[in-house]
């Protein structure tokens, strides 16, 4: 068996799974069920709506290494995931919002210590979903319980959003 360093999910020794980056917290078999969800949102019109929420999510429950890139990465999941699961704001304006948040080259992130994130939903659990609203369904309780794993961070991740974006219209 495969167990996932980020989540804890458990994938079969024997599946095809694929090597994750080596910035990933993830095993094989995990990264391969996250692929699976990103092709269906790439290749699905219907379940494209939460793709950034999907790969929010991953990307905070699967934190990666100390580099520049993983801690902005890691730092603009959070922030869109904040505002997607506290503000209701549209999960399509992810890439939008990542944009501005970077616009200005922020020098403040800075790496985060991972709560524990194992014992929640997983990327393996939202690919049981039979239909796209029960897809959505699923992702959206995971973005929760996920962000819900980073309370200690919230105000960091609030303040971070404040700089980067002022007041949310």
């Not at 917290?25 to 219907?46: D, F």
Request: net charge negative.
């Amino acid at each position: 068996m495969d167990e996932c360093p980020g989540c804890g999910f458990v994938g079969a020794a024997d599946d095809p799974a694929p090597t994750p980056p080596a910035d990933r917290h993830s095993s094989g078999a995990c990264w391969g069920r996250y692929e699976e969800l990103l092709a269906r949102s790439y290749g699905i019109a219907a379940y494209r709506g939460v793709h950034q929420l999907v790969v929010d999510v991953y990307v905070a429950q699967h934190p990666g290494g100390d580099s520049r890139t993983e801690i902005q990465r890691l730092a603009l999941c959070l922030m869109t995931l904040c505002l997607f699961v506290e503000d209701d704001v549209d999960v399509r304006r992810g890439a939008e919002l990542h944009k501005r948040m970077m616009a200005d080259r922020p020098d403040y992130f800075h790496a985060l210590e991972p709560p524990p994130l194992r014992g929640m939903l997983t990327a393996a659990d939202v690919l049981t979903a039979p239909d796209a609203a029960e897809h959505e369904r699923l992702v959206r309780a995971w973005g929760e319980q996920v962000w819900r794993a980073w309370r200690p961070h919230h105000a960091l991740i609030r303040d971070w959003n404040a700089r980067a974006l002022g007041p949310m219209t």
